[in-house]
């Protein structure tokens, strides 16, 4: 956080470059403030946390693997690639039968 005593101020969330002048450059948050690059604060994690509506400590704590993190969802590849045969077919059928009318 660096050697002076302002990070108390800093406050958590993101922080812009330009949005708090009393972040002494010495620090890491200081620094990339002063070089333009936002800052991710997550030294009081809580207030995030209430925040943003996310859940603290919930209770009972979930199983492992049983979240929606733990899923990945298959898309029926087959499905769509008949799909896209067909409407491929469909249009060149359609337009060798529009096209036969004209006469060169």
Known sequence: MGS???WNNVGSGVI???ANRAIPAS???GKFL????PVINIINIKELAVKYDLP????PIPELGKDKIYYTYK???NMVLFIVII????????GKK???GYVR
Do not use: C, F, N
């Open 4 to 6: 002076g005593g302002d």
């Open 16 to 18: 812009k470059p330009g």
């Open 27 to 29: 620090g890491l948050i």
């Open 34 to 37: 002063s070089q333009g690059i």
């Open 56 to 59: 603290i400590d919930p209770y």
């Open 75 to 77: 898309y029926p590849v």
């Open 87 to 94: 409407t491929a077919i469909v249009i060149y059928i359609y």
């Open 98 to 100: 529009v096209r036969t």
